[in-house]
């Protein structure tokens, strides 16, 4: 199993950390930037298309939860589920920037800030 080091190219297009991540760590997942599988995820091929590292980078609306791509029903219960913040780690990075945000996520050993 993978250490979680501080990498702001772990940071996904969505605001977890996968350099956290379960899957990431145990090497089943490239994490976000690198899973070309990853078709499905439309925040992901929006990022891509925009040349966005993240929805911290938008400025098509000034906040996540006015995104139809970012804030609808499934990603709400999801977050719920798994009690996970994406919105406040979009805000976060915003804030201080990926790279100090992977750092915090890393000393954290953290993928999401909680609910």
């Known amino acids: 199993m993978k250490d979680i080091v501080a990498d702001k190219e772990l940071v996904a297009y969505c605001g977890l950390y996968c350099g956290a991540c379960g899957a990431y760590l145990r090497g089943r997942c490239p994490g976000c930037h690198k899973n070309d599988k990853a078709t499905w995820c439309k925040l992901r091929l929006c990022c891509i298309e925009k040349k966005r590292a993240t929805c911290a980078d938008c ?40 790279e100090a945000f992977s750092k915090e996520m890393a000393a954290k050993k953290a993928q999401s800030m909680p609910r």
């Open 59 to 98: 400025t098509d609306f000034s906040d996540v939860k006015q995104c139809g791509k970012y804030h609808n029903i499934i990603s709400r219960v999801i977050g719920f589920l798994f009690r996970s913040n994406r919105p406040a780690c979009i805000a976060r990075i915003k804030e201080i920037g990926r």
